[in-house]
């Protein structure tokens, strides 16, 4: 039987949570959440590189979910939030050269590497724990890097939707300027990629095994 999948977005508190335990004591169900690129900016603004807060805040969040009966975490992390046409725009103005942004993607990595070392830790100390996470790093960077000639995307840099320089400048709106076929470009807005980037994002995560470690989603949802 396939397994309920509830996708989390709340990083901050457990609490409303506790509602769910009854299906999460379900031995069928399955904790799939993501990490958010717009949170690195917020966090990124104020304090310019990763420390222990985040990764003692993912800790948190993972255990009081095992608490609650949760058992399997589909966890995808960040993309190179350095390469969005928002950031491109912020390495084009302070450095007129064109290309992603290295402090975001900096950042980006490194909480990668660290989630990827607790998920290591606390799946060993928890009984049963099991969990897929998604390497959405390099499956963007490989996209990106991807020969235009070779590539399922004709635009990687620039929005569809947005207005002013790389579509980045305003938000997707009606007053915005819109690209005439959303499926060639990766990013949607100045953001968020476009529907066909996510399509085939969750079909390499689903599918596996290049961008997920330890298991793909589907092992993980089969399990």
């Known amino acids: ?4 999948v509830r996708i989390v977005l ?6 409303p949570w506790h509602s769910m335990g009854e299906w999460l004591r379900d031995g069928r169900s399955a904790m799939f959440e993501t990490e958010h690129g717009s949170t690195f900016w917020e966090y990124a603004e104020g304090n310019g590189r990763l420390n222990g807060l985040q990764r003692r805040d993912g800790e948190r969040r993972r255990v009081a979910l095992y608490g609650l009966g949760a058992r399997k975490f589909g966890i995808i992390s960040v993309p190179p939030v350095g390469c969005c046409p928002f950031s491109r725009l912020i390495q084009l103005n302070l450095t007129a050269t064109k290309g992603c942004f290295p402090p975001m993607n900096d950042l980006a990595q490194a909480f990668h590497l660290a989630l990827d070392g607790l998920l290591l830790n606390i799946s060993s100390e928890l009984p049963g724990m099991k969990y897929s996470l998604g390497n959405t790093f390099n499956m963007t960077l ?8 070779l590539s399922l995307f004709g635009s990687v840099d620039t929005a569809c939707c947005g207005s002013g320089g790389l579509n980045a400048e305003g938000p997707c709106n009606q007053k915005a300027t819109l690209c005439s076929d959303r499926s060639s470009y990766l990013f949607w807005d100045m953001f968020h990629p476009t ?5 085939l994002a969750a079909q390499a995560l689903y599918f596996g095994p290049t961008y997920v470690s330890p298991i793909s989603f589907s092992q993980l949802a089969d399990e």
Request: glycine share 0%; net charge negative; charged share 25%.
């Open 142 to 149: 490989d996209v990106i890097n991807t020969p235009r000639n």
């Open 195 to 199: 529907q066909e980037a996510s399509l």
């Open 1 to 4: 039987m396939v397994p309920f």
């Open 10 to 15: 709340d990083r901050v508190s457990v609490d």
